[in-house]
């Protein structure tokens, strides 16, 4: 097989890519230089004049063969076709650019440009403009019914997430002159059988109120759920928002911050117990110390999961002692801010004539107690790993849409229009729905624990040929050890080219 080699020429400062190919014939390897790497685009530029030496070009296929034959098998791409029509190629290239991290659609040109993609061309930022000014709500509708269809699950997750933006400012976000723009919050079903999302809503701020969600659900009845496993961050725990919960007859999760009652009770009785080494195994991509027990709420019993990382101890004390010593710092410079009042009472204690600045060792010791703890309320789910899946699927689904709004393409996409809003997360939806597929290969593969499908994306996209002017077919580049492990799991049918 054929392999580029880099090197630079510490003289000149340039990186030149070699070829080395096998000799017919012969059993070695023969390396010839085909020119040297612009660093800023990533093409092979000619060392001489093009008439006199051969050129060189590198053209990524892996997307288009490999993320495309993913997207047929699960049956995307038809579905893609049959709403969309000829816009299909181009939502679906959107897509692929999406899976790479790159929240700015608008640059998607250069990228394009360099990658084999099902558009088969390069896509411009014109033709983002207006791909999203064509997306409408029907469309929308349309596939997510038809898409429907494809995924058979009954048992359905029902994920409330909050992604960020690049001007977030969580209820809120400003942006110039423009005013104030609202956070846009979204509720996704997936299949529990499959882990592949089947529809979402664009919320135009997030329903705290537990009794306003439960009212909601007529919206998903198009869905004909069997039954529906909510799955709730700490956001919902304000007010009475638990109790209302557990005794609504919902399956549910809800994830409680540390300081919260029920919390801090289950914490108070149980933290002496949690960490042994019987209870210390593998979850969310690390070790934690883990430990479920029988709770009573409300009148009925639930399973308490609690969790301990060694790891997020250490963030969030690093955190909370900041912020005491940036409190500290304005008592003692006589310089308090109203926002912090709250603080200054639970941790500082002032004392003397002179009012003096003393530190509430008892407080502070009362809130680092719970650093590192996590308790989780299931009404239905005993297994404490499938409990942290679940939220490692939600913050899953928040990393695929954090930073859709951002300050490049606010104005170059016309961001600023809700049309435009909602055709942009759609094409991202499209993007969750690769992305998921890819996770649940590689859950099925055993390889979930090694590897995330960010990984898949980075390797399985720099699997590419050389064209090079003086021969007459694309040279293929060896692949390495994970891109082999990639398409294989891509590839059940065994077809790797």
Known sequence: MTSLVYLRNKRNNRVYVYVNEKVEGKDGYRRRCIGHLDEETGEIVSNGPRSQTPSAEVRYIGMSTFIRRLSDRIGLSEVLKITFGNRWKTILTCAMYGLTGNTDLSSIEKWSARFETPAESIVTQEDIVSLLNEVDHEDIDVFQRIWRKRVKDRDIYHISASPLMSYDSRSFASYGTLGVLPNIDMDVCYGMNTLLPISYDLLPGRVFALEDMIDSEDRYQWINPTSIEYILNEEYCEGNNVD???????????????????????????????????????????????????????????????????????????????????????????????AHTELYGMYFDMKGPNMEVELNSTGIMERTKYAGMTVVLSDTIVYPIMVMDCFNLNSFVERTFDNLQNTTDHLRLKLFLNHNIASRYFIQFVTLILKSAIRKALIDNNLYRDYTAEDVVREVSNIATVKVSDRKRPLEINMNYRQRLFVKMLSPDGNDH
């Open 244 to 338: 209302v919960l557990v005794v609504s007859d919902r399956r549910f999760m809800i994830r409680l911050p540390s300081y919260h009652r029920i919390s801090k009770q289950i914490i108070d009785d149980n933290q002496s117990e949690i960490m042994t080494y019987s209870n210390y195994r593998h979850s969310g991509g690390g070790y934690n110390f883990i430990k479920t027990h029988m709770v009573d709420i409300a009148g009925k019993q639930c399973y308490a999961h609690m969790y301990y990382s060694a790891e997020e101890a250490e963030k969030e004390m690093g955190t909370f002692l900041s912020i005491i010593e940036k409190c500290r710092t304005e008592l003692t410079s006589n310089r308090p801010i109203s």
